[in-house]
């Protein structure tokens, strides 16, 4: 029984200096710089919103997209039909819009707005991506672009803060979300983000462009393009884009398997790493609690990891910061966990009122 404990033990310190060493990491990783773009760079961009119904904040969502301090650029929604909601807060903002047509059959709604726009408005530089739900900084656009005047980028993004608007589930899904940015601090994770993605007009073209227009995931496409050509993403650091939440227990649930959902979709290694990374976690953090109350309290040094974890949620929450996040952040490796276990059995997801098959 000694001799088990021993190997157990021995195990969990394994496990421990995984996780420290990957947090460690990440406390000291120096963040990427951004910047305006250099002088004489000024692309014409095209700025795509597709809409398809209301969200939280669209109305301000959509003032801030026409406030960027970049002055090149139009902004152009894309919607399904004259009957859906979304065109009352596009006239009142005045911004002009085109119903998406049947470019694609095999796509998304989301894709066939963006092939709809890039079709009817080809004669851009630069195209950005903007969902509706984001709510974007002045220089968010520029930020964007900037990161674009280097050949060797083939795509730009960033990484949102989902901010709080309701209960607790709200806050949970902004925890949720700080694994995307702990992903985008490293070259090797980093992934395009499909709510704020900008990319030269060159990189969909002939065969890329056609993998796009049979994607059911914008980012996933893109950023296969990209990767295709050897280009790397560029990342902006900074709090440039919002997306502003009022989740309860039953839209976050659906929204974080579907997200969970289409990372799988676009790579098993995110179900195979994240089992795994999750599962450690778990065990690690119910093993200090246990054997510091059975054995020693020394056990509870087995926590650093987490406290560690801690602090880099509180910093990555900024204002938004509240009391329960310590008591979240505990507990997020659970809801990750049953968001991979149950995302990886789903053969359809559902978004934005249509389902749409999940390819194998």
Do not use: H
Not at 85 to 108: H, Q
Not at 265 to 281: A, C, K, N, T
């Amino acid at each position: 029984m000694y001799i088990a404990l021993d190997l157990f033990i021995a195990f969990l310190s394994l496990v421990w200096l995984g996780l420290m060493l990957i947090n460690l990491s990440g406390l000291r990783r120096k963040s990427e710089t951004s910047a305006e773009p250099p002088e004489g760079y000024n692309p014409r961009v095209l700025v795509i919103l597709p809409c398809k119904g209301t969200d939280v904040t669209l109305d301000s969502n959509i003032k801030s997209l026409k406030a960027q301090s970049y002055q090149n650029f139009m902004l152009v929604a894309v919607v399904d039909n004259k009957e859906d909601p979304a065109i009352k807060a596009l006239n009142e903002n005045m911004v002009d819009y085109v119903f998406a047509k049947g470019v694609c059959t095999a796509c998304s709604g989301k894709v066939r707005a963006i092939a709809t726009a890039y079709e009817t408005y080809n004669d851009y530089d630069i195209y950005v991506i903007a969902d509706s739900d984001v709510e974007a900084r002045r220089d968010w656009l520029s930020k964007l672009v900037a990161k674009l005047a280097d050949p060797s980028v083939g795509i730009s993004t960033t990484f949102p803060l989902f901010r709080p608007k309701a209960g607790f589930w709200s806050r949970v899904k902004m925890a949720w979300g700080f694994v995307g940015d702990g992903m985008m601090e490293s070259g090797l994770t980093r992934f395009g983000w499909g709510g704020s993605l900008a990319f030269r007009k060159d990189l969909l073209k002939g065969e890329a462009y056609e993998d796009f227009k049979k994607s059911l995931s914008d980012d996933i496409a893109i950023s296969r393009a990209s990767r295709k050509r050897n280009l790397k993403i560029g990342y902006v650091p900074e709090r440039i884009a919002a997306v502003n939440s009022d989740d309860g227990f039953g839209k976050f649930w659906e929204w974080s398997n579907r997200q969970t959902a289409l990372s799988i979709m676009g790579s098993r290694r995110v179900f195979r790493f994240g089992v795994v990374i999750y599962s450690l976690d778990i065990i690690l953090l119910i093993s200090s609690i246990v054997l510091s109350v059975a054995i020693s309290y020394l056990y509870l040094v087995l926590l650093a990891p987490f406290a560690i974890g801690i602090i880099k949620t509180y910093k990555r929450a900024g204002p938004e910061k509240s009391a329960d996040l310590w008591l979240i952040y505990l507990f997020i490796n659970f809801v990750y966990l049953a968001n991979l276990i149950t995302a990886s059995r789903m053969k359809a997801i559902k978004w934005r009122g249509n389902q749409y098959k999940l390819k194998d």
